[in-house]
């Protein structure tokens, strides 16, 4: 099993940036593929980007494309998100999620796909 845990939420101004963390333990982080997803109050959850487990592949949803980089250091166990011209739509929780990879280059878009989660992260973009 793994355990995440995110960090680097808060309240930030349209057209600033944040820098979202997920810290792993547990089983070796990198036999795992990764993603960020994003809950909005009253709206399910949605995915916002993933990442294969040998971090060679990352897809984003289009409302973050250009925006927003994911990555991963399997050496710290950590897996990160780079949020950068932050809109009040984007506004949310943030969760990292992770699921055991037996392909290296896979990654994953579908919540369902996902069996841990961290608690989340709130990220609130407002003046």
């Known amino acids: 099993q793994v355990q995440l845990v995110e960090s680097g939420g808060g309240l930030v101004q349209p057209g600033g940036s944040l820098r979202l963390s997920c810290a792993a333990s547990g089983r070796t982080f990198s036999l795992y593929a990764a993603a960020w997803f994003r809950q909005a109050p009253g709206q399910e959850r949605e995915f916002v980007a993933a990442i294969s487990r040998g971090d060679s592949n990352t897809y984003y949803a289009d409302a973050v494309k250009d925006r927003f980089t994911i990555s991963r250091d399997n050496v710290k166990n950590a897996l990160y998100l780079q949020m950068n011209s932050l809109k009040p739509e984007d506004t949310a929780v943030y969760y990292c999620?992770?699921?055991?990879?037996?392909?290296?280059?896979?990654?994953?878009?579908?919540?369902?796909?996902?069996?841990?989660w961290g608690q989340g992260t709130q990220v609130t973009v407002s003046s």
């Open positions: 999620a992770a699921v055991i990879s037996g392909a290296t280059n896979n990654f994953y878009t579908k919540p369902t796909s996902y069996n841990y």
